[in-house]
């Protein structure tokens, strides 16, 4: 079942349930701590250097939550009263509470676009100049992979387009990387290439990587220290988080490898619903770690599936009228298997 898991219940609502596991505690017990307001904290100064090293890039920044992450780059990337143009079921203009408004005074447009991922000739198409009459398009966002786009990830060459197309006409390019991981183990694209790629990137340690908090702000040296304000200003300045930061350093010694047998359960139990019920979603299509269940044409709801589910003991969410499955650390083969067979089961009654 879910290993570590004392009640039998199989959590695949997110990859956000992962709870540390003894050597991660151990080495977050073992922290060397400081105050990281005065810049003396070693474990966290060890991590930001670390991550900043594994992106190539000059700086990353410890913050609490990929949220504030993506607020403060945004921040970062895009001047108030500018435009950020993003994809419409972005994480940032989806469930960041209209933050980028709110702390940063910043106008979001979106594109809606297929599984997410923005299409360069529609980016192109949409970016506005810096004049007087329009709102200046100063920022475009990525998020790789995309979380309502069902982990699905940039193809390199995409990601390239966008750089380039963005750089001819002075725009930045933020990544929302929460699940970078993933693209990374997916497709074999070294880190420091994502770092190349994007002026800013919020990347969590939080996610598939199992660490209980923690995500960095990675950029260049400037940026970083403006980061640090704007952290600050929202309240973000650690104590000794060197106990935190040293979870996230665990998790990226031992998490990113296994990351792709999340990914192996993800499209096996995606084939044994697909095989069951075709057209509930399509395996091939399933790169990372999220599967999205379409129940259209199932006669069953997303409320209701998730309900009998939860009755037997496997958790799933549900996403608009979708129900969303989600692979993780915590969740062995036994767990999949049986969380496979308990939704086939529901599915093919109702079907
Ligand atoms: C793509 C993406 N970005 C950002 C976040 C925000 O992370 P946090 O929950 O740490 O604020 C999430 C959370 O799930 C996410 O999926």
Redesign the pocket.
Known sequence: MGSGDQLGVVDLR?D?VTKPGAQMRAAMAAAEVGDDVYGEDPTIRRLEETVAGLFGREAAVFVP????G?QIALRLVCPPASEVLCDADA?IVT?EGGGAAQHAGIQTRTLVSIRGLLAPDAVLAQLRPITWHVVATRAVAV?NTH?RGSGAVYPLATLERLRQLTEERSVLLHC?G??IWNAHVATGTPLERFGELADTL?V?L??GLGAPVG?LVVCDADRAGEARVLRHRLGGGWRQAGILAAAGLYALEHHIGRLADDHTRARRLATTLAEAVPDICDPAAVETNIIRLDLHGTGIGAEELAGKARAEGVLVSTVDDAVRVVTHLDVDDAGCEYAAGVLRRILVDKS
């Open positions: 997110s956000t939550t990929g949220t504030m993506n994480h469930y998020e979380n929302d929460a699940r919020s969590c939080s996610k995500s």
